[in-house]
């Protein structure tokens, strides 16, 4: 496999699942989920935004009910973020949430 595409597997897909999850609580009219993907030279940026209800989490904790079996999302990218020299930041205005995650040394597919 090629270097860091199961990284970026994992903290893309958690992350958009997390994003979806969240919309699922706006009103259908106003939910959105936008992603984008830069890949040059070996750096990959990755960005998820997506609407969400006006409460602000700040913390970043896991707001389900079940907290003991989730609420490691944010520590599992930060985890592929380090082992792969990035950078990551977490936004929350409240109605609206960005995950900005940037990669290197990845290797591109062939």
Do not use: P, W
Request: one cysteine or more.
């Amino acid at each position: 496999m090629k270097k860091g595409r199961q990284a970026v597997k994992h903290t893309s897909s958690n992350s958009y699942k997390n994003a979806v999850e969240v919309c699922s609580y706006v009103l259908e009219e106003q939910r959105f989920v936008r992603l984008e993907n830069k890949y040059q030279s070996g750096k990959l940026l990755l960005i998820i935004t997506n609407s969400k209800t006006g409460e602000r989490n700040e913390s970043l904790k896991t707001t389900k009910r079940n907290s003991n079996c989730h609420g490691y999302g944010v520590q599992s990218v930060r985890r592929v973020v380090e082992k792969y020299n990035g950078t990551v930041s977490f936004t929350d205005e409240g109605e609206v949430f960005e995950a900005s995650v940037m990669l290197y040394g990845i290797e591109a597919k062939e």
